[in-house]
């Protein structure tokens, strides 16, 4: 653990950095940044798993692992969703969600 | 002091590069500023000792998902292109409704008192993290481990179906 820093500062940066993903997933229309937002609120869940790690369990290694896999399945997510997004814009030449609309019931 | 000076510059960085990561308007920019959030966190994780996690931060989301993003980007806009953000009634909901999440979370955790652990600090090295994820004893990690070099290998699968062009059909 750090020496002068609590807990709650590392908590209060993460929170801010989730709530702030999720103004820009609200707010953004194209598909590229919003899958950055979702980048942004997995950073920051993984910036709480490790905080309590170190400070409320440093003999375990739990919350290593569970970072580990939050990043394996963020890389896998994002492949998957680039590969969705190029094949979006080859269909509707565009990635505005606006524009995307074909299957809206 | 040292220690605060870092904590407050790195916590700062990572602020401000999120809050423009969503309200630029150019994407590449945007990509740019994911990155140094991504890199700053990368610090954050060198302050709590935790070198081995850092190292993952910078290979694996600033090395590999960036450069992912940015691919893209280039692939499917213009650089002159500005993004379209939503209709200023939509935004200020959208900010109105976010504060007031923010605010709740944020008063929830300044008011429980965490008890943080006393006693030395064991140093775990590499080796130890490495034996732990292929271990299949009590505190092993074998089953994710596992399950995670499946879904890899099913999304690595999955993104080349769905992005390879389909064959014109002859008619």
Redesign the interface.
Known sequence: MIQNIPLSYFLVISTLMFFIGIYGFLTRRNLITMLMSIELILNSVNINFVAFNRYLYPQQLEGHFFMLIVIAVAAAEAAVAIAIIINIYRNFKSIDVENVDEMKF | MV??VM?FLI?AM??IF??L???TRR?LR??VY?LF??IS?AG??F????N??AA??LT??AG??VV??I???L???HLSER????PLK??LL??L???A??TL??MT??RFS????TGT??Q?TIT??GN??VSYNR?G?AL?FEV?SI??L???I???V??K?EKKIKE
């Open positions: 220690n605060e904590f916590g990572i602020l999120s809050v990561t969503v309200t994407i945007a990509a994911l959030v991504l966190t954050l994780y302050m709590l000792n935790y081995f996690l993952v931060q694996v989301y590999g998902i992912l993003i691919f893209s980007i692939l499917t806009s993004a379209v953000m939503a939509q935004s959208s900010a409704a976010t504060l999440g923010a979370t944020l955790i300044l965490f008890v943080p652990a600090d064991p775990f130890d993290v732990s994820m505190d990690y994710p995670i879904l890899l099913a999304a690595m999955g993104a080349i769905v992005a062009k």
